[in-house]
């Protein structure tokens, strides 16, 4: 039990530390398995499973990150472009 355990737990780990990849794998595997006939879905079933999948990771991506501040943008806007001194 507790080795079951771990490997969930490291897939967990594993989903929070890179779900956008994980949404990648998730949609190219279903897509494997539905055009190799592993499992046969209809399109509203497989249309309805990447767009949960999609947004169940979405919002998990977007848990994870801080969107950048608005001092960042404005102090970018503010600096003026580097000069380039092409005389030499």
């Known amino acids: ?6 490997v969930v737990g490291r897939m967990v780990d594993r989903v929070k530390s890179e779900p ?6 998730v949609q190219a595997t279903l ?5 190799f006939g592993v499992i046969s879905w209809t399109s509203e079933q497989t249309g309805l499973t990447l767009a949960l ?3 169940i990771l979405t919002f998990l991506t977007r848990s ?10 404005d102090k970018a806007a503010a600096e003026p ?5 092409n005389a030499a």
């Open 1 to 6: 039990m507790n080795a079951q355990r771990t």
């Open 20 to 25: 956008v990849a994980t949404q990648g794998l």
């Open 31 to 35: 897509a494997a398995l539905l055009g």
């Open 53 to 55: 999948t999609a947004a």
């Open 64 to 73: 994870q990150v801080r969107p950048a501040g608005k001092g960042v943008e």
């Open 81 to 85: 472009p580097a000069r380039v001194d």
